[in-house]
């Protein structure tokens, strides 16, 4: 799937079918690290019952946008915007009220933005 801005990402859902919309968890990687890095804690998120969404920030993985630093990471904050934007665009399937940020390093400021 392709967020707005056009970070690449990956949903990892539980195998079993949801009484209604799932929680979920966006999963933000370290400065030169891309979504990959973080599909082990989201299969063990899906296994658990959680949605996970992992995603390449720009000018990581396989996003074609190039790094902008701002020496505040507005710029990557933007990216875990538009990922939140697409989890309530599902409100069907995930549930906005229930998102938790996990960020590793870089992408953990990121988060906080």
Sequence with gaps: MILDGGAPGVLYLPRAAADGPRPVALLVHDFGGNAGQMGFLGRQLARAGFAALAFDLQGHGRNPARFAHD????ALARDVEAALDWVISRSGELDPARV???????GALAALQ
């Design 100 to 106: 938790a940020l996990v960020g590793h390093g870089t």
């Design 71 to 74: 020496g505040a990471n507005r």
